[in-house]
């Protein structure tokens, strides 16, 4: 009997080889990638029937990755694994398609439960979090998913990332007039003036790392 194959998404190190010494016991792990768009290009090619992504990550960070991914014919199930416990992240991770929700110092019973459960077509949210999570969905869509187009939140985070509009443009294939638009549009619309307080605002939304 096959396997379930399972992919790995976080920019850790330490963390994928943690996880590949507990799943591959029952589990087949057919990857391990760093960031976002390696993500969404690992999941075309190896075909997994479950994601194991981190929210924050580089390039692209992981609540946007899985929003592309679901535009996809991707019928992988995605669970969160993060350090994140704000129950607004939880709710933006299920609005964005994921299955599962965890943090990452759940008890390694926990994922394993948690994978075998969204295998069987149903979600699982860790106990931790789920009261705080029922507020906020309840509450409606996070400020910077309501806000910005998918565009702006890339180009925000690479902005936030360091990355100059020359930088941008090349890596998502589109002018460096537009990247600046997409920069320029997204501080308006979140009111921000500065770098620093675009940098600090994706700090706060998971976009990057402190």
């Not at 330490?14 to 990857?31: C, P, Q, S, W």
């Not at 990638?33 to 994601?51: E, F, N, Q």
Request: charged fraction near 25%; glycine fraction near 6%; charge should be positive.
């Amino acid at each position: 009997m096959n396997r379930p194959k399972i992919l790995l998404a976080d920019d850790h190190a330490i963390v994928i080889d943690g996880l590949r010494r507990l799943l591959e016991t029952e589990f087949e792990v057919v990857g391990a990638v760093g960031d976002g768009r390696a993500l969404l290009s690992a999941a075309k090619k190896l075909r997994p029937d479950v994601i194991l992504v981190d929210i924050s990550m580089p390039s692209l960070n992981g609540l946007e990755a899985v929003r592309q991914l679901k535009k996809t014919d991707s019928r992988a199930k995605v669970i969160f694994l993060t350090m994140h416990l704000d129950g607004s992240f939880a709710a933006e991770a299920m609005r964005a398609g994921a299955a599962g929700y965890l943090v990452k110092h759940s008890i390694a019973e926990e994922l394993v439960q948690a994978i075998r459960q969204v295998l069987e077509g149903r979600h699982y949210v860790s106990p931790l979090i789920t009261k705080d999570m029922l507020g906020n969905l309840v509450e409606g869509p996070a400020a910077l998913a309501r806000d910005l187009t998918s565009r702006e939140r890339e180009v925000m985070q690479l902005v936030a990332e360091g990355r100059t509009s020359k930088e941008i443009a090349v890596l998502l294939n589109i002018s460096t007039r537009t990247a600046e638009f997409h920069k320029y549009n997204a501080m308006k619309k979140l009111n921000l003036r500065t770098t620093a307080e675009l940098i600090q605002h994706a700090i706060k939304h998971g976009l990057i790392s402190p």
